[in-house]
C-alpha cells in the first residue's frame, strides 16, 4: 500500500496548492492501493479521525429515497407529499423533480455571500429551526422539472418527506420522535448494514435528518458507503448477500439531466458525475470532500479536506489523474 506516493506525485500535496488534504484513500479491485492521512485544523488525522461530508451526505439521501421506493412506499413520479404545496403549482412538483434538483423553487447556493444566501439562511439563520420548511416555503421561479438548479433546500424537503413517512402512523409526531424515527432509520437500513460503526447523522430542530449537509464518519466509512453504489446496491451482511437499494437505482443516480455551466460536470439523481470518467459517480462536499465511485472498475476515491474554491481545481486535478492512472480510462 502506497502511503505518500502514487505515480510520482504525493498523496497529500502541499496545502499552499491545495489546501488541507485530511484524507485521501483508493481501493481498485478490493485492494486498497493507496491510504494516507494529513493534518485537519492542526491536528493530524489518521484511520479514527472522523470528518463532515457536508454535501456528500446528499448522495445518502438518495439512498434513503430508494430504500423507500423499494419498501414500495414511494412512487418517484409521484408529487411530493408536502401538505403546505396542496392548492398551489409547487404541488406539481415530483420525488423525481427533487432529486434532480428540477423542483423550480427559488433558491440561491452561496456559501460566502451571507446576504444573498439561502443555503446560509437555512442552515444558521431564519430556517434553522425547520431545514425543510423553509425550502419548501420558498416561491417557484420556472415551472417544476425544467430548470435545474443545484439547492441543499431540495434535498431537506427530500427528508421532510421521508420523515412523514417514517411516522406516517403519528397523526401528529414530535421532534423528538421524528428524530428517533429518522436515526433508527439511517442506523438500521444503512449504517449498520454498511459497517458504518462510526457514522453520526445530525437532525434540525423538527427532527429531520439534515441530508443536505450533515453526517460525520471515518474516511474507511465513506468508502464502505461508496461500495454501496460500487456493487450495485448489494451488500455482504455476516455471510448474507442483501439488496438494500431497489433494481437500477445505480443508474437511476448517474442518469445525466443537467450540466453544470461553471464546473462542466454532469448530474444525474443527488450524484454527480465526471464527463472525464464514464459511468462514474460522484458525491462532492463543501471545501473538498469526494467519494468517487466508478462500479465498472471496481474503483473507489475518498478523499477529505479543507480546501478554498480557489485551489479547488487542483485538487480536481489530482483525483482525476489517480483515477485515470488506476483504471487507464
Known sequence: MGETQAFGEPLIPPAETHGETHALLVQYKGEMLYEAYGS???????????????????????????????????DVLAPAPMAEWQGSPRA????????????????????????????????FGKGIADHG?????????????????YSSGTTNILCRCIGDILCRDIVHATAQVRKERFLNFLSTRLFEPL????????????GNFVGSSYVYATTRDFMKFGELYMHGG???????????LPNNWVNHARTV????????????????VWPKC??????????????????????????????????RPAVLSQLLRLVQNVTNL
Open 40 to 74: 485537519g485544523y492542526a491536528t493530524p488525522c489518521g484511520p479514527n479521525s472522523t470528518h463532515i461530508s457536508w454535501s456528500m451526505a446528499k448522495s445518502m439521501t438518495h439512498a434513503l429515497v430508494g430504500m423507500l421506493v423499494k419498501d414500495g412506499l414511494v
Open 133 to 149: 420548511a423553509y425550502a419548501a416555503a420558498l416561491p417557484l421561479a420556472a415551472p417544476s422539472g425544467t430548470v435545474w438548479n
Open 257 to 272: 439531466v443537467a450540466t453544470d455551466e461553471e464546473t462542466g460536470n454532469l448530474y444525474g439523481a443527488h450524484w454527480w
Open 195 to 206: 459497517g458504518m460503526t462510526s457514522a453520526i447523522a445530525k437532525c434540525d430542530d423538527a
Open 278 to 311: 464514464e459511468n462514474s459517480l460522484v458525491a462532492t462536499g463543501y471545501e473538498g470532500q469526494y467519494t468517487v465511485i466508478i462500479p465498472e472498475k471496481d474503483f473507489i476515491l475518498v478523499r477529505l479536506g479543507k480546501t478554498d474554491a480557489s485551489l
Open 92 to 123: 406539481a412538483i415530483t420525488w423525481q423533480d427533487l432529486m434532480e434538483m428540477r423542483s423550480g423553487l427559488e433558491w440561491i447556493e452561496d456559501y460566502v455571500d451571507g446576504e444573498n444566501s439561502h443555503v446560509i439562511d437555512m442552515l
Open 234 to 244: 448489494f451488500v455482504e451482511v455476516h455471510g448474507t448477500r442483501q439488496q438494500l
